[in-house]
């Protein structure tokens, strides 16, 4: 049963960038949509952006300016790197894996991480 | 404000039928595929619905979806005192170009 484990910092100053990381194991990474999913304290859910395995990418057009989302194969890990980050980007942010869907549904959640943003 | 809307509340009891609407617009629903998550008390979302009506291997089928039009609505059925969540429903939103999420329903079990 396939894995996935986020990690990343769990404080970031204002203006700085964040960078995640999501570890996939117990399945492969290729031919399939790894997507990032945000939720702010006490709100709902967010979509940032897909990529799929062959690196190519859709992002959420409010955050697009702001966002890479990138995959390694070879290390089967997804990463998402948010610029510029502020107070409202305080979220747990959660890596989520769609094997059935084409890019649009998330079968597979990791726990999610907690990233502050504060000085 | 979210773009596909939700009750934000909904509540039954024990052994009962509770729905959960979800309305979008042409550009979404209208024109894709809706999925149901469920998000218990601190943990992440699970999948419960696709394709408007499609259940994961896993799922219940106490659990079911539907769509019409720019409508969609979860049912649970036998209600459990487990089942006490947040439900999301969400889509793919053909003019923002991207995946967007109702915004939420909180669903009690009396």
């Known amino acids: 049963q396939v894995q996935l484990q986020e990690s990343g910092p769990g404080l970031v100053k204002p203006s700085e960038t964040l960078s995640l990381i999501c570890t996939v194991s117990g399945g492969s990474i290729s031919r399939k949509f790894w997507s990032w999913i945000r939720q702010p304290p006490g709100q709902g859910l967010e979509w940032i952006g897909y990529?799929?395995?062959?690196?190519?990418?859709k992002y959420n057009p409010s955050l697009k300016s702001r966002i890479t989302i990138s995959v390694d194969t070879s290390q089967n890990q997804v990463s998402l790197t948010l610029k510029s980050v502020t107070a409202a980007d305080t979220a747990v942010y959660y890596c989520a894996r769609d094997s059935f869907c084409g890019g649009d549904c998330f079968d597979s959640w990791g726990q999610g991480t907690q990233v502050t943003v504060s000085s | 404000q979210s773009v596909l809307t939700q009750p934000p509340s909904a509540s039954g009891t024990p052994g009962r039928r509770v729905t959960i609407s979800c309305s979008g617009s042409?550009?979404?629903?209208?024109?894709?595929?809706v999925k149901w998550y469920q998000q218990l008390p601190r943990a992440a979302p699970k999948l419960l619905i696709y394709?408007?009506?499609q259940r994961p291997s896993g799922v219940p089928d106490r659990f079911s979806g539907s769509k019409s039009g720019t409508s969609a609505s979860l049912a649970i059925s036998g209600l459990q005192s487990e089942d006490g969540a947040d439900f999301y429903c969400a889509t793919w939103d053909d003019r923002l170009d991207g995946v967007i999420f109702g915004g939420g329903t909180k669903l009690t079990v009396l």
């Open positions: 042409s550009s979404n629903i209208g024109s894709n595929t």
């Open positions: 990529v799929y395995d062959s690196g190519s990418t």
């Open positions: 394709s408007n009506d």
